[in-house]
T-cell receptor, first 113, second 111 residues
Framework: DGGITQSPKYLFRKEGQNVTLSCEQNLNHDAMYWYRQDPGQGLRLIYYSQIVNDFQKGDIAEGYSVSREKKESFPLTVTSAQKNPTAFYLC????????????FGQGTRLTVV | GQQVMQIPQYQHVQEGEDFTTYCNSSTTLSNIQWYKQRPGGHPVFLIQLVKSGEVKKQKRLTFQFGEAKKNSSLHITATQTTDVGTYFCAGLDQGAQKLVFGQGTRLTINP
């Protein structure tokens, strides 16, 4: 079954702790993306990656870090420097060339208390 | 940097009424994509427009891409309760594979 998997679905962390969100895809897609969604708001781009071992900052990268050591995996770390980390995080992937759609994971809802 | 603006933010209609959401980019786009997110779900791809002035239809949904490839619209004719959700446009810039989403329009429907 091909797809993109995010885990866990719900995550609770104490303030000041780093936390890593998992994103795995078996679609053989080159490009992967992380978005943040706050209640009633749109999708804001955190980081994206076009190929292995390369990634670019999106519009709200501060307080986040990523890695792309394998084509299938694009984990996102929410660091203690992120001032307001509670949000719904969505990972997406797409083929690396133009005119292809993005496929999303089910999302991870992170709550920091 | 590239910005994609979408209006309105919210729209409430009576079932059977029409609905339109508009999308504008600060830069010329390679293409525009539209997604739908049901409450509690994740965005799902609806359609992609590539050519200047392109119009595509999916049953009651009509999508348009502007001549300058900087704006787009989604129009739903005779809304049904199954149309409830948030509709997003997303623009892909012309080189960097950066996929930027608009703020979305949340559609609610009174049956």
């Amino acid at each position: 079954d091909g797809g993109i998997t995010q885990s866990p679905k719900y995550l609770f962390r104490k303030e000041g702790q780093n936390v890593t969100l998992s994103c795995e895809q078996n679609l053989n897609h080159d490009a992967m993306y992380w978005y943040r969604q706050d209640p009633g708001q749109g999708l804001r781009l955190i980081y994206y990656s076009q190929i292995v071992n390369d990634f670019q900052k999106g519009d709200i990268a501060e307080g986040y870090s990523v890695s792309r050591e394998k084509k299938e995996s694009f984990p996102l770390t929410v660091t203690s420097a992120q001032k307001n980390p509670t949000a719904f995080y969505l990972c997406a992937s797409r083929q690396g060339f133009l005119n292809t759609e993005a496929f999303f994971g089910q999302g991870t809802r992170l709550t920091v208390v | 940097g590239q910005q994609v603006m979408q209006i309105p933010q919210y729209q409430h209609v009576q079932e059977g009424e029409d609905f339109t959401t508009y999308c504008n980019s600060s830069t010329t786009l390679s293409n525009i994509q539209w997604y739908k997110q049901r409450p509690g779900g994740h965005p799902v791809f609806l359609i992609q427009l590539v050519k200047s002035g392109e119009v595509k239809k999916q049953k009651r949904l009509t999508f348009q891409f502007g001549e300058a490839k900087k704006n787009s619209s989604l129009h739903i004719t005779a809304t049904q309760t199954t149309d409830v959700g948030t509709y997003f446009c997303a623009g892909l810039d012309q080189g960097a594979q950066k996929l930027v989403f608009g703020q979305g329009t949340r559609l609610t429907i009174n049956p």
